[in-house]
């Protein structure tokens, strides 16, 4: 009857690789909208404790309902799905609402929810700062130290980064956390980083 609405520390925004998600193992699958831009793209606005735990699927009852987006089609280009079999954003877009987005739902309803992400994502260009300092998606390696540096640098906080395999085992710039305040508006300093999966050398791919 009464729902107890969970509290939370802070927020994860976390941005993917499309490059290091389409070179797996498993490889990858375009949106119907065709192959996405060679950018960092939303994984996520994840709810997180400040001892590293989260909350997840706060309320079953609170139903993803697409048409609450019809504004923000630019979704389409900077959140989406390339998990195969895809074609899909909605599908991921659901995805997180329900595991995550539910979560902060007593502070960003759905729609504020999705819109102050894509204002986060506006707000910082993670490739236009690695470029400045000369890291390229090229599939060279680079020093882990480096990359969080030149982040560092260009955004003002220390990211989290986090690290996956191409199809040959090598180990990849993957995903980048960064933090955000409880009401989705402005970027914070993380009160505790994500852990570290990377070795000192990265790869980061071309896509
Ligand atoms: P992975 O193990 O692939 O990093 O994460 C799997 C899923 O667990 C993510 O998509 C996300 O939903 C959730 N997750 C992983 N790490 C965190 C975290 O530090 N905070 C939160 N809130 N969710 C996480
Ligand atoms: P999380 O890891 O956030 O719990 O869950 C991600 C879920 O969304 C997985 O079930 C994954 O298959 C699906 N998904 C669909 N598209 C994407 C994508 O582009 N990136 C990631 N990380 N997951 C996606």
Same mark, same amino acid.
């Not at 000369?134 to 090229?138: A, H, N």
């Given at each position: 009857i009464l729902c107890v609405s969970q509290s939370f520390d802070f927020f994860y925004f976390v941005q993917q690789w499309p490059g290091s998600i389409c070179d797996t193992k498993r490889s990858c699958c375009y949106p119907k909208a065709g192959k996405p831009a060679a950018n960092f793209s939303i994984h996520g606005l994840w709810p997180n404790y400040n001892n590293r735990s989260w909350p997840s699927?706060?309320?079953?009852?609170s139903l993803f309902d697409h048409?609450?987006?019809? /504004?923000?089609?630019r979704m389409q280009t900077t959140w989406p799905s390339l998990i195969c079999?895809?074609?899909?954003n909605s599908k991921f877009w659901k995805h997180e609402w329900d595991k995550h987005g539910t979560c902060s739902e007593f502070v960003l309803d759905q729609h504020q929810y999705f819109e102050e992400t894509l204002n986060i994502k506006d707000r910082v260009d993670l490739l236009q700062i690695l470029q400045n300092e000369?890291?390229?998606? /090229?599939g060279r390696n680079y020093s882990i130290g480096s990359i969080e540096e030149a982040l560092r640098r260009g955004i003002g906080f220390a990211p989290g980064i986090k690290c996956n395999k191409d199809a040959s085992g090598n180990g990849q710039l993957h995903e980048i956390y960064l933090c955000v305040e409880k009401t989705g508006s402005k970027l914070i300093e993380c009160p505790v980083l994500p852990r570290r999966n990377c070795a000192q050398h990265v790869e980061f791919p071309a896509f």
């Open positions: 699927f706060c309320n079953r009852e048409s609450k987006l019809s /504004d923000l089609s079999p895809s074609g899909n000369g890291i390229q998606p /090229d």
